[in-house]
């Protein structure tokens, strides 16, 4: 009999999915509004001139960097 099982708490994990990009994703906590709920990724194609990734992140995703820096220094 294990004795530090009874202590143990166990977490509930809820799956959502991105309503733009249809990709499922994990959270601990229950969402208020599950509708609204949108991936990173998604985010980034709403919001690309918050996009403040580091270009070695952008480049091992496959994201087009040349768009991104030009539009930056064009500013």
């Known amino acids: 009999m294990n004795i530090y099982?009874?202590?143990h708490?166990?977490?509930?994990i809820y799956k959502y999915d991105c309503s733009i990009t249809g990709k499922s994703f994990k959270r601990t906590e229950k969402a208020?509004?599950?509708e609204e709920l949108i991936?990173?990724?998604a985010?980034?194609?709403?919001n690309a001139d918050k996009d403040d990734r580091p270009?070695?992140?952008?480049?091992?995703l496959g994201l087009n960097t040349q768009n991104?820096?030009?539009e930056n220094t064009s500013n």
């Open 55 to 60: 270009a070695v992140v952008k480049k091992k």
């Open 39 to 41: 991936s990173v990724e």
């Open 68 to 70: 991104v820096t030009s």
């Open 32 to 34: 208020a509004n599950p």
């Open 43 to 46: 985010y980034y194609q709403l």
């Open 9 to 12: 708490k166990e977490k509930v």
């Open 5 to 7: 099982r009874k202590r």
